[in-house]
């Protein structure tokens, strides 16, 4: 491959890896597909190829489409029992943020919701949302017609519309409920802890990777409880972590998060959803291999102080 060519792919690389990783909701898996994009770029005959972005973009979208319909990913990711992959502010993988749309296609909740659409469908959202690409392009990628991308994405946004929990946050302000809510769960007050949840306020945990399933809760006590008892710190915990972790806030797709870190690794993260001056939603993720990205870019950056200096 001459450098042309090459330098023609890396200048796409940050976008084709975005994509991926908006549809798969996976860094890894979206590494790997940009990966068999490129391969496939370096095998192709490229002088007969007259829209490389267009061409690449519908190989890679390809590759993501025929993983979501694998068995495989089938069994990994059965409805309600699969958590997205967390990733930092900042991270290129995040892709395009300009519009209240861009940023909401990729938040942890919408793209929770994604796993319940089609793949077509969940493909075309993301073309247009996300990507702003005109339904005659979205049907020419996807070998669909015109209409039909249309009646995808009409689908998919109001399934997502339904399900919103709110509307843009001022940060300032999501930060300081969260804040407060993390000196509540730290100190014990379960019965803040309740004021500071929605009515119809949702919690999900992975278990740190120990749990068959994920861990569901949906009722304001039950997440309280479930909150003050993962915020409880203990010997037995402290050994599981592989230490004493410090807690920081921190801003992870999107949406403000409790980032649990020890010697510069990410251990456990606590992304939460806000809406009307108080949580909607909760999502905790601590299995391993579900945070290696986002420690790695926890690394390359200079975090603010932590709020709990020792957990």
Known sequence: MDSAALDRFEAGRDRLASLAYRLLGSAADAEDAVQDTFLRWQAADRERIEVPEAWLTKVVTNLCLDRLRSAQARHERAVGDWLPEPLLEGDPMLGPADTFEQRESVSLAVLTLMERLAPVERAAYVLREAFSYPHAEIAVLLDITESA??????????????????????????????????????????ERLVAMLTADATAVSDGAGLARRLLRYTTRERIAS????????????????????????????????????????????????????????????????????LSAAWRQNEPEAPVVDAW
Do not use: C, M
Request: proline content about 4%; hydrophobic content about 45%; overall charge positive.
């Open 149 to 190: 991308s249309q009646q995808h994405v009409h689908r998919a946004r109001r399934r997502v519309v339904a399900e919103r929990r709110g509307g843009e946050v001022d940060p300032a302000s999501a930060r300081r409920i969260v804040e407060e809510f993390l000196a509540a769960a730290t100190s014990g007050r379960t």
């Open 226 to 293: 479930y909150v003050r008892a993962g915020f409880k710190p203990t010997a037995a915990k402290r050994r599981l972590a592989g230490g004493s972790p410090a807690l920081h806030i921190a801003w992870v797709n999107g949406s403000p998060a409790v980032v649990a870190v020890i010697d510069d690794r990410v251990v456990g993260a606590v992304a939460f959803e806000v809406g009307d001056g108080k949580i909607a939603s909760l999502r905790g993720i601590a299995a391993a291999d579900r945070l290696v990205r």
